[in-house]
């Protein structure tokens, strides 16, 4: 950073930390309209507009803690009036959508638990009003604005904004908000996710913050000039009207909030939980050695025909209270599916508040307090206009790599913060079948919708300590389910044949990744089902494990044809999962990742599989009666104990002890034949060696002989390199085609992805122990790098004793 340096933590509750470097960004323009738009710390706002600033920071503690809930509280009956108005049904069975409160200034004080991209980002959102529309057309009481522009912050068009400035005795005193999915807004697809958009112009509309309610009058012009653009204009009013009914009644709350307690009260409690939120994260992040995480994933086949790999980076570099983050290395913009800088940040600061911000009620501000971007524009995660973004395939890959980076950084911590660690878990794959029905008109006359649920019905990754959670939903998705079938199928786009958990669906570890769900449905007969694919090739595996876990199942969608299903359903014969199906219909198709069917043939099925979560550590240090149960309750297969865990059971269930010891050793064995012997390696120094940071690495500790620094197997004690390098450098090595280690499991790359692509294995080539794995091409290095500041580590070991 140049100039004067941030101030951290707040100690008033008043951010002075820019979050970027403006002299090295360049001068943009960051509007929101040229460039995504940036903030700076001191914002241009219209003087004739009076902001409340006045806070009493000498609160009492019962008061604080009382208005601190009630906040809370009141932030959580926003989105249950939404609920209850809207007529979209993600919104009303799924929770999606999101609430906030913020202060006059647009700091985030509080966030619902629902999904955490949509209000992440909300102070941009009235950051971008205070100093855009200030004056004209003017902000006031009464005044309720929209937006849903990427470039000023959402991570898609349908995902829309509306929120409203709390004025107390003329003076701006708060802003509360919301953001859900309101549906189709018009572009080259139907149903809100435009697959084959090439820029913006072919997505949906976008719109920069317009104010649809002027001094408690909704302006009609406005409002019908907005949901006309879309396929569906009487469901999109239906859900505008929800977040106005949603703003206006929290203006209510918090005004009486201000009346009752007093506004200086109340705005001290509000800086208060932001200066607390502040404190306690940096004290947490105090107890992390500094130095630097990387991950590297892949993206295949959301570009059409286009079968090459494009990457996407993140680095998170920790200096004291400090976290920098860059998207270095990602691929540049291009076709559907990119994101913005809204959404890079709001990532970061998402997985920073549940890695080290987990108890502070979604105070947002806090934790962006402690948060340096160095954003790479023109990339496919920090997208300059005119790209494309409503498809959504890099949002879902940016928050999977800020959590699985932020995990990284939080192994290298004490135990307590090191248990927070999870492998990547449901939606790290961007995948949902959106259904919609038409009439003869091609109008649309039922929502899109998931018509399972089941895309928010992933397995959460596996811990450092336990397994994950079968069909928990995505750590970003927090409140989130995935709702009942019957009154989505009433909607009468389809008819579920099932949904159920998906067998084998996580990925192999010490510790399982969780389940995720399989579904399929048919298209009712009362008009034209459609069905829009968005996902990415689930062949470049984006559900990564940790510490050598493998990585999870990363999901299919495939079709039945020829009225295969109505067939056997006419014979009395219900498929149940996809076994029978497949036996009834003789096959199933895999669909391409912009596979549109307009319509679905009657008597055909869609078919999904969803992505588990990935799996911490080695399988074969599972304990085998861990297995047997997830056997006997019907989580793994007897095939995949054997295949992954090693693990043989009798007729009855029960872990056969001797053959199982025995297929374990011959695993290893052939791990280690199969790999070859590490080329750099660093001999391991003379003398004892002394664990400095158990796990530091996953699977790897950083050690120390004498006065050097190194990285040592943790299950065996085996020195593989010197600290200055990457742990994999000393590792040995298996590659193999990923559908050659698990057809099911990881599907052939060449059907509609890049052929060249592999799955790594790292092994300790003393104990055979998995350290890491990852998918990659041949060419590359790790995807998984770490380095930490061994002068700093040192020093703070001197100064400890």
Known sequence: MTGTAPRYATEDGVLRNPQVDFEALGEGPWDGIHRSYIPRPELSIDPGLALHTEADLQVDPITYQVLRSRLWHQNLEHGDIIQRVTGSPPVIYSKDFATAVLTEDGEVVTVSPTIQFFSTLADLVVKWTLEHRGTNPGIGPGDVFLQNSPFVAAGQQPDTAVFAPVFHDGKLFAWVYNALHMGDLGGVDPGGWAVHARDKFEDGAATAPVKIVDGGRIREDVLALWVNQGRDPGTLRLNVNSGIAGCRAMVERVTGLAGEYGPAVVKGVMRRMIAGCSRVVGERLLRIPDGTWSQRLYVSGALGEDHRLHQEVLTITKRGERIVCSNAGTSPQGGPGNSTYSVL?????????????????????????????????????????????????????????????????????????????TASGGLSVAMADIGFGFDENMSLVAPPVSLHGGLLGGGIGAFPHRDGMDNAGSWFMLGTSAGNIEPIEQDGVGLVLYRRELRDGGGPGRWRGGNGTEAAWIPHHAFMSNAQMVFVEPSANLAAGLAGGYYALAGNFMRSTGGAVARAMADGRVPGDREQLEQATGGLERLHPQAVLMPVPPGDAVVVEHNGGGGFGDPLDREPERVAADVAHGRVSVGAARKYWGVVLDTQGAVDASPTAALRQEIRRERLESAV????????????????????????????????????????????????????????????????????LYPDPAEFGDPSLLLRRYHCPSCAALLSQQFCRREDGPGSTLHLELATLQAERTVGG
């Open 345 to 421: 940040r709001s990532a970061v600061v998402a997985a920073l508040a549940s890695a080290v911000g987990w108890d502070q009620q979604g105070c947002m501000a806090g934790i962006a307090d402690h948060v340096v971007m160095e954003p790479v524009f023109g990339t496919r995660s920090c997208a300059n206009p005119p790209a494309a973004t409503s498809a959504l395939h890099s949002v879902f890959v940016t928050m999977n790599l800020a959590g699985l980076t932020t995990g990284a950084m939080l192994m290298s911590g004490p135990p307590d913060l090191r248990e927070r660690a």
């Open 677 to 744: 012997a590490p080329q750099q390696g660093t001999p391991r120094p003379e003398g004892s060696l002394e664990v400095v940071l158990p796990g530091a690495g996953g699977s790897v500790d950083l050690a120390r002989v004498s006065d050097a620094f190194g990285w040592a197997c943790s299950g065996c004690g085996h020195w593989l390199a010197d600290a200055g390098t990457p742990f994999q450098s000393g590792a040995a090595v298996a590659e193999q085609a990923p559908h050659e280690v698990d057809s099911r």
